[in-house]
């Protein structure tokens, strides 16, 4: 079955870095493309960046812009979005998401893995 | 960036009862082309992750049962649970993926009254 898995998560102090991984099985990865969502303890979804399948292109909320960048590995079926410049404001749980193809909508997440950031 | 806003924040509902969300966009989400709307609705129960509703605004999804519609076009939306149950307790959301910066509403917390 489809499964999508976060690691990567944790306390990081503001100003560092942190590396997320999305581990895909179950599913031809390489053909879908794929996006990191986040949600801050309490509040809603944000959209954060996108990857098309075979990693041409890469879009990203203006909030992290600059700082975070989403690649992948298709021969790895893994999804990556690397974290800098961390604020207080990124503190959230990451999901990992696939959009599902010709329809266009996420239609799997994964359990996410929250990061934290903290002095 | 589309502003998704959905009304009402929250909602009590009875069990059985309908419970309606709204959903605006600041911009028509319906492809002139293909004459789809490119609007999602996903539900979320506590500690878990989102689960998809309905996608194309009004296409359920696989195994969503049929008291859930969706319905709409252009920039207004509506989720409708015909007969509320207890397992429908959940934030819902809308999100549009007619062009990035894919954006979400705000949630619309549904309860029992």
């Known amino acids: 079955q489809v499964q999508v898995v976060e690691s990567g998560g944790g306390v990081v102090q503001p100003g560092r870095s942190l590396r997320l991984s999305c581990a895909a099985s179950?599913?031809?990865?390489?053909?879908?493309?794929m996006h990191w969502v986040r949600q801050a303890p309490g509040k809603g979804l944000e959209w954060v960046a996108a990857?098309?399948?075979?990693?041409?292109?890469?879009y990203y909320a203006d909030s992290v812009k600059g700082r975070f960048s989403i690649s992948r590995d298709n021969s790895r079926n893994t999804l990556y979005l690397q974290m800098n410049s961390l604020r207080d404001e990124d503190t959230a749980v990451y999901y990992c998401?696939?959009?599902?193809?010709?329809?266009?909508?996420?239609?799997?997440w994964g359990q996410g893995t929250l990061v934290t950031v903290s002095s | 960036d589309i502003v998704m806003t959905q009304s009402p924040d929250s909602l009590a509902v009875s069990l059985g009862d309908r419970a309606t969300i709204n959903c605006k966009s600041s911009?028509?989400?319906?492809?002139?082309?293909?004459?789809?709307?490119?609007l999602a609705w996903y539900q979320q129960k506590p500690g878990q992750p989102p689960k998809l509703l309905f996608y194309?605004?009004?296409t359920r999804e696989s195994g969503v049962p049929d008291r859930f519609s969706g319905s709409g076009s252009g920039a207004d939306f509506t989720l409708t649970i015909s007969s509320l149950q207890a397992e429908d307790v959940a934030v819902y959301y809308c999100?549009?993926?007619?062009?990035?910066?894919?954006?979400f509403g705000q949630g619309t917390k549904v309860e029992i009254k």
């Open positions: 194309w605004a009004s």
């Open positions: 998401a696939r959009e599902r193809l010709r329809d266009n909508c996420i239609d799997y």
């Open positions: 999100q549009q993926y007619y062009s990035t910066p894919w954006t």
């Open positions: 990857i098309w399948s075979d990693g041409s292109n890469k």
């Open positions: 179950g599913f031809t990865f390489s053909s879908h493309n």
């Open positions: 911009q028509s989400v319906l492809y002139s082309s293909d004459n789809k709307n490119y």
